[in-house]
């Protein structure tokens, strides 16, 4: 065989291994996929203190190390945004997951802001820190046609390209915030 078509053999053949690999990282990876709910007039109608109106999640294989996880390798990368009231822009972040039962935990991502501190501790949108340093924590348990992702510890989230803030929080202990059903969407919508 001449060397070209060798050449040519070597890169399909590299190209494949590649493609088999993220395969099967994928395969590997507990309800990989993408997310989304957006709540309709009529159920924030309903749930006059639900200020979320639209959530999206995407779940991937890890890009951390296992090693950076301890007891609790990181197995899953969930990037978590939530729209709330008229604002355009969403709030993040970038979860670190692990699974426990029979789904996935997440910890939040940490914000680098130094601002001052709120003198409250309510959920909301904020101008200042709940919690200074505190990442938050969620879970993500699969359901048919989807995912539930349920708050555990308080999620502090910047505004998108923002580190700075505002920050909207998320509280285990505000039923009309703490959970969100999801349904499965084309990974498409999370692009």
């Not at 990989?32 to 639209?54: I, K, P």
């Not at 505190?134 to 995912?147: L, T």
């Amino acid at each position: 065989m001449s060397a070209i078509i060798m050449k040519g053999l070597r890169r399909a053949a590299a190209a494949a291994i590649c493609l088999a690999a993220a395969t099967q990282a994928r395969a590997e990876t507990p309800l990989a996929g993408c997310y989304e709910r957006v709540y309709d007039e009529a159920h924030l109608g309903a749930h006059r203190r639900q200020s979320v109106r639209h959530v999206r999640l995407k779940i991937a294989p890890t890009s951390v190390s296992p090693s950076e996880g301890g007891d609790k390798p990181p197995i899953a990368d969930a990037p978590l945004q939530i729209w709330v009231g008229k604002r355009k822009t969403s709030f993040d972040s970038f979860g670190v997951c692990w699974t426990e039962a029979d789904g996935l935990v997440c910890n939040g991502s940490d914000s680098a802001a130094e601002t001052r501190v709120c003198k409250t501790k309510t959920p909301g949108v904020r101008d200042c820190r709940i919690e200074s340093a505190h990442s938050g924590r969620f879970r993500i348990a699969p359901r048919p046609q989807g995912a539930l992702v349920t708050v555990l510890e308080t999620l502090e989230l910047p505004q998108t390209g923002s580190d700075a803030g505002p920050f909207l929080y998320l509280s285990p202990s505000d039923p009309e915030s703490r959970d969100f059903l999801l349904q499965i969407m084309p990974e498409k919508a999370c692009e």
